[in-house]
Antibody, heavy 124, light 107 residues
Framework: EVQLVQSGAEVKKPGESLKISCKTS????????IAWVRQMPGKGLEWMGI????????RYSPSFQGQVTFSVDKSISTAYLHLNSLKASDTATYYC?????????????????WGQGTLVIVSS | DIQMTQSPSTLSASLGDRVTITCRAS??????LTWYQQKPGIAPKLLIY???TLESGVPSRFSGSGSGTEFTLTISSLQPDDFATYYC?????????FGGGTKVEIK
């Protein structure tokens, strides 16, 4: 069974940094891209970007470029989302999701398995 | 970037109703469109991909249609488990973008 299990909720102060983990199991970690998706309170889904565990190559959404960093640790089949210099507007639930590549020619696809989400609250 | 617009944003319906949600793309995405269902506090769940292909395990009352710039998600007979928010997402290139969501409420 494919599983993505994220780290727990966090409460941070403005200016602090945070790393969210997404531990995967049930499939070959290096065979699928991992995406990160933000959902602000009461709002819709926003694609932040993806990373390919095979070579740690990331692709960031223009809306999040420079604001976030993705990384992976292949040895433990885990992806990470790094958030720096947190602001109150970073308060959101962050999801990791496995990308099923459906258009090989352009390397895009959709999300067939999701983590449970990590709630991040940034407040002074 | 391709913008995805869903309508309506909220829909009130009764059990057994036929429900249709529309998703429009700002430019053609071919058949590269997906639908998700999300319930409060829970991660989204994949329902349909390639505009009309039902994901394994998804009830057959869900169906998708469309191509190019206009797509629909239909629930043929609304069940209690279907009250949720539904999102479309294109994958015709990066950045991937979602629609704003349609909340299906109890009438």
């Amino acid at each position: 069974e494919v599983q993505l299990v994220q780290s727990g909720a966090e409460v941070k102060k403005p200016g602090e940094s945070l790393k969210i983990s997404c531990k995967t199991s049930g499939y070959y970690f290096t065979d699928y891209w991992i995406a990160w998706v933000r959902q602000m309170p009461g709002k819709g889904l926003e694609w932040m970007g993806i990373i390919y565990p095979g070579d740690s190559h990331p692709r960031y959404s223009p809306s999040f470029q420079g604001q976030v960093t993705f990384s992976v640790d292949k040895s433990i089949s885990t992806a990470y989302l790094h958030l720096n210099s947190l602001k109150a507007s970073d308060t959101a639930t962050y999801y990791c999701a496995r990308l099923r590549v459906a258009v090989p020619t352009i390397g895009t696809g959709y999300f067939d398995s999701w983590g449970q989400g990590t709630l991040v609250i940034v407040s002074s | 970037d391709i913008q995805m617009t869903q309508s309506p944003s909220t829909l009130s319906a009764s059990l057994g109703d036929r429900v249709t949600i529309t998703c429009r793309a700002s430019q053609s995405v071919g058949y590269w469109l997906t639908w998700y269902q999300q319930k409060p506090g829970i991660a989204p769940k994949l329902l349909i991909y390639k505009a009309s292909t039902l994901e394994s395990g998804v009830p057959s009352r869900f169906s998708g249609s469309g191509s190019g710039t206009e797509f629909t998600l239909t629930i043929s007979s609304l069940q209690p488990d279907d009250f949720a928010t539904y999102y479309c997402q294109h994958y015709n290139g990066y950045p991937l973008t979602f629609g704003g969501g349609t909340k299906v409420e109890i009438k």
